[in-house]
């Protein structure tokens, strides 16, 4: 019985002795990466800093300080830890954990496209403000009420596709949301369609008795 347990214990031990080179190599892999990415997320929060990207947006009135550096942070965030799965994947290689590896390596597919979404929900931001600036002071003579309301309703609209378009990177429901942009677009080409055929319907004649008059003075009696 003390012969079967020393043989057990001693290929334990022998077995943990032969993985703790790739255990060392591993955790050395994996400790590179979380000093690469840390760095790598400090130069990027640097060189957002030194352009100043945050007062130029103030002073455009288009998002405040905060807002900016909130978004600053999640794409550095995001980039860091791109660079943590990047060494992961061979750490995880190292540690003999290939299955793992699949997961990670499709989840390291799908990272490009989280950062192209980030970067449409930031401009998608910035261009609502913008619009919404730039429809307040066009229509600011039909009143203050008037313009406050298209101004908004602007800002949501533009706000709305961009949640749209962001999801569509992001592939949720990409055939649900084509069938919703569509439905918009069908509702918004018809109603544009009856607000004229109703409401144009004197200028429209005016137009055409017009022309009627036009070509008639101009034919050969």
């Known amino acids: 019985m003390l012969e079967l347990v020393n043989n057990v214990v001693w290929n334990f031990l022998q077995r943990l002795f032969n993985y703790f080179p790739n255990l060392l ?13 840390g760095i790598l997320k400090r130069v990027l929060l640097s060189v957002f800093s030194f352009i100043r990207l945050d007062v130029l947006l103030h002073r455009m009135r288009l998002l405040d300080k ?14 860091r830890w791109t660079v943590v ?3 992961l994947i061979p750490t995880l290689e190292v540690l003999g954990l ?8 499709q989840f390291l597919l799908y990272l490009p496209n989280v950062i192209v979404a980030v970067v449409i929900a930031f401009v998608g931001i910035i261009a609502s403000n ?3 600036d730039l429809i307040r002071h066009s229509v600011r003579t039909i009143g203050a009420t008037s313009a406050n309301t298209l101004a908004v309703f602007t800002k949501w609209l533009i706000s709305f596709f961009t949640i749209l378009v962001v999801l569509n990177q992001l592939g949720v429901a990409q055939d649900l949301i084509r069938i919703l942009f569509t439905g918009i677009i069908a509702m918004v080409a018809i109603a544009g369609g009856l607000a004229f055929g109703l409401g144009g319907q004197g200028l429209a004649k005016d137009i055409l008795e017009e022309l009627r008059k036009n070509l008639s003075s101009r034919s050969p009696k």
Do not use: C, D, K, P
């Open 98 to 105: 290939s299955r793992a590896t699949i997961v990670l390596n």
């Open 66 to 79: 905060n807002e900016v550096h909130i978004w600053e942070e999640v794409l550095a965030e995001v980039l």
């Open 130 to 132: 913008l619009g919404a």
């Open 85 to 87: 799965i990047l060494f």
């Open 25 to 37: 190599s591993g955790i050395i892999i994996l400790v590179v990466g979380l000093v690469l990415s």
